[in-house]
């Protein structure tokens, strides 16, 4: 069964600092993973995702992610925070190839905060 | 670019009423989404509709039910509406990932903020 864990339900960088946002799954068969950001107001949009390419993905905005199969982590990094990434960062996670649809598992969020 | 439009933005409706929230996504995507968002929780599949007149229950389907006339077009519906069902909703659509077999990138609406009374 997959499932999808983000440590920080907020996160708070200054301007300029590094973001870290955290992502760790469960999954018994290599997985797609995937980031995706809600501004305020809005639906989700895609941020970037893996597909057992590059363990290193990058995505819009600077942002990047690697996979680390042994960790089980995806975790999120951008090298200088700026005041527009201010927004809900969702990790998803989707392995199940025996389900009846297309099923993505979405983890509960984290609101990043950008302190100027 | 793909575009998934949600009929409103911002809906108060009465306990009891019927309520419908409308889809339409433009990109001929075979997969539709209804998801209701609430703070803490993440994002909880309502229903899923992979063809047209087709629909799967998700993980929360109690109270809810769903229309898939035409292909670009998704609609959910509250029978009855009760107040814990105020909540944020997101439609979503994708590509059949038949290749992989996994799902997808998703495509999201803005999203209805939905308050019930």
């Known amino acids: 069964a997959q499932s999808v864990t983000q440590l920080g339900s907020h996160v708070s960088v200054s301007e300029g600092a590094l973001v870290l946002l955290r992502c760790n799954y469960s999954?018994?068969?290599?997985?797609?993973l995937f980031w995706y950001v809600q501004y305020p107001n809005q639906g989700l949009q895609l941020l970037l995702k893996?597909?057992?390419?590059?363990?290193l993905v990058k995505g819009i905005n600077g942002f990047e992610a690697e996979f680390k199969k042994s960790e089980t982590s995806f975790h999120l990094t951008k090298p200088s925070a700026h005041m527009s990434d201010a927004a809900e960062y969702f990790c998803?996670?989707?392995?199940?190839?025996?389900?009846?649809?297309?099923?993505?598992?979405f983890g509960p969020g984290t609101s990043l905060s950008v302190i100027p | 670019d793909v575009k998934v439009t949600q009929s409103s933005r911002y809906l108060v409706k009465r306990t009891g009423e019927k309520v419908f929230l409308e889809c339409v996504q433009d990109?001929?995507?075979?997969?539709m989404f209804w998801y209701r968002q609430d703070p803490g929780l993440g994002l909880r599949l309502i229903y899923f509709?992979?063809?047209?007149?087709?629909?799967e229950k998700g993980d929360i389907p109690e109270g809810y039910s769903v229309s898939r006339e035409k292909k670009e077009r998704f609609s959910l519906i509250l029978e009855s509406a009760s107040t814990n069902q105020t909540s944020m909703y997101l439609c979503?659509?994708?590509?059949?990932?038949?290749?992989?077999?996994?799902?997808?990138?998703?495509?999201f609406g803005p999203g209805t903020r939905l308050t019930v009374l």
């Open positions: 979503a659509s994708s590509f059949v990932a038949e290749a992989s077999g996994r799902g997808d990138t998703q495509y």
């Open positions: 999954s018994s068969v290599p997985p797609y």
């Open positions: 893996y597909t057992s390419a590059a363990t």
């Open positions: 998803a996670v989707s392995d199940d190839l025996k389900t009846s649809y297309d099923k993505v598992i």
């Open positions: 990109m001929d995507h075979e997969n």
């Open positions: 509709s992979y063809d047209v007149k087709m629909k």
